[in-house]
């Protein structure tokens, strides 16, 4: 019998926040600065993809994707939705990072499922999916200003304090420590044949299994494996 295990991209960790120079050290993209450093402890870079309406970079070895979409926050489930349907992602595996301005500052806090809460960027996603899905997220705290006449919008794209800017390399060591604890959950199929049968079907009538194993593999990658 010849068997072909086949491991399979099975996570996908979403940073969120708003695409632009002029947000980059806003607090609204807390989730950027963790997918960033995640994808610099997996040493892997991203890379624009129009077709996931964000940027993208795979793990393969870590059988993760990490995402930042480019849509701005309000339209952040157009980019969730595609890259699940592009990796084949199931809800249950997807874990998102974003920030949160009813958390204290610096605290983090994982849920495994739950409501927006408020949140445009978590509210877009979840209306991508049926009602009740369960998606884990990963909220950084930012706390909320001391003025109770600033608005939240003002403050959420607001840029770091500097005593804020000096305490977030820790904090976001810390959100891409939690966030890294979920990528354990490798899913394999396995795919077996008799090598009479896996002649037959390549259309071999001497049996060579080196070449069928091969393209078993390529059957597996197709099925998405």
């Given at each position: 019998?010849?068997?072909?295990?086949?491991?399979?991209?099975?996570?996908?960790?979403?940073?969120?926040?708003?695409?632009?120079?002029?947000?980059?050290?806003?607090?609204?993209?807390?989730?950027?600065?963790?997918?960033?450093?995640?994808?610099?402890?997996?040493?892997?870079?991203?890379?624009?993809?129009?077709?996931?309406?964000?940027?993208?970079?795979?793990?393969?070895?870590?059988?993760?994707?990490?995402?930042?979409?480019?849509t701005?926050?309000?339209?952040?489930?157009?980019?969730v939705?595609?890259?699940t349907?592009?990796y084949?992602?199931?809800?249950?595996?997807v874990?998102?990072?974003?920030?949160?301005?009813?958390i204290?500052?610096?605290?983090?806090?994982?849920?495994?499922?739950?409501?927006?809460?408020?949140?445009?960027?978590?509210?877009?996603?979840?209306?991508?999916?049926?009602?009740?899905?369960?998606?884990?997220?990963?909220?950084?705290?930012?706390?909320?200003?001391?003025?109770?006449?600033?608005?939240?919008?003002?403050?959420?794209?607001?840029?770091w304090?500097?005593?804020?800017?000096?305490?977030?390399p820790?904090?976001?060591?810390?959100?891409?420590?939690?966030?890294?604890?979920?990528?354990?959950?490798?899913?394999?199929?396995?795919?077996?044949?008799?090598?009479?049968?896996?002649?037959?079907r390549?259309?071999?009538?001497?049996?060579?299994?080196?070449?069928?194993?091969?393209?078993?593999?390529?059957?597996?990658?197709a099925?998405?494996?």
């Amino acid at each position: 019998m010849l068997q072909v295990t086949c491991y399979m991209l099975m996570k996908l960790i979403v940073g969120l926040g708003n695409p632009g120079n002029e947000y980059a050290k806003t607090r609204h993209n807390a989730g950027f600065l963790v997918i960033d450093e995640l994808a610099n402890r997996l040493a892997i870079s991203f890379s624009t993809k129009k077709a996931l309406k964000g940027e993208v970079a795979e793990a393969a070895h870590e059988h993760v994707v990490l995402l930042k979409p480019g849509t701005f926050m309000n339209l952040s489930g157009e980019a969730v939705k595609a890259a699940t349907t592009k990796y084949r992602v199931e809800p249950k595996d997807v874990l998102v990072v974003l920030d949160d301005a009813d958390i204290a500052f610096a605290e983090l806090r994982f849920r495994t499922s739950g409501s927006a809460a408020g949140h445009n960027g978590m509210k877009s996603i979840l209306e991508q999916f049926p009602a009740d899905t369960a998606i884990a997220r990963l909220k950084v705290g930012i706390g909320r200003s001391s003025n109770p006449e600033m608005p939240l919008d003002a403050w959420v794209l607001a840029k770091w304090t500097k005593e804020e800017a000096a305490a977030l390399p820790d904090i976001v060591s810390k959100a891409a420590d939690r966030a890294r604890m979920s990528l354990p959950r490798w899913k394999r199929r396995h795919w077996t044949m008799s090598p009479i049968r896996s002649a037959a079907r390549f259309g071999r009538l001497q049996i060579r299994p080196a070449r069928i194993a091969g393209r078993l593999r390529r059957v597996c990658a197709a099925r998405g494996g």
